[in-house]
């Protein structure tokens, strides 16, 4: 079992930064694969960006690769996402979620454990 807490979000301007962080509980935190999502008003939750458990690896949706950069750090038992060059089209509530399984993962369904999500709007 592990909870996940997101914090970062904000109102920031089109072309701007924030970053994101997810703190995690519990011992196997390090053995988790862990991703973020989003999910915009009217939307559905849509895949941005996934670690390995050991950080080694990671996967970016199309709509962020160049701009964001997943990263963890196990020893803290926390996942980042840094997000730059921010577009309007960017404004979501931003999940980090945790699979059992190790490696990348792209499909909501293979993670167990989610966040309460936090607010990032772009203003243009």
């Known amino acids: 079992q592990v909870q996940l807490v997101e914090s970062g979000g904000g109102l920031v301007q089109a072309g701007g930064s924030l970053r994101l962080s997810c703190a995690g509980s519990g011992r196997a935190f390090s053995s988790y694969a862990m991703g973020w999502f989003r999910q915009a008003p009217g939307k559905e939750r849509e895949f941005a960006a996934t670690i390995t458990a050991s950080g080694g690896s990671t996967f970016y949706a199309r709509s962020v690769k160049g701009r964001f950069t997943i990263s963890r750090d196990n020893a803290k038992n926390t996942m980042y996402l840094q997000m730059n060059s921010l577009k309007p089209e960017d404004t979501a509530v931003y999940y980090c979620?945790?699979?059992?399984?190790?490696?990348?993962?792209?499909?909501?369904?293979?993670?167990?454990?989610w966040g309460q999500g936090t607010q990032v709007t772009v203003s243009s």
């Open positions: 979620a945790a699979s059992r399984r190790s490696s990348a993962l792209t499909d909501r369904e293979w993670y167990s454990y």
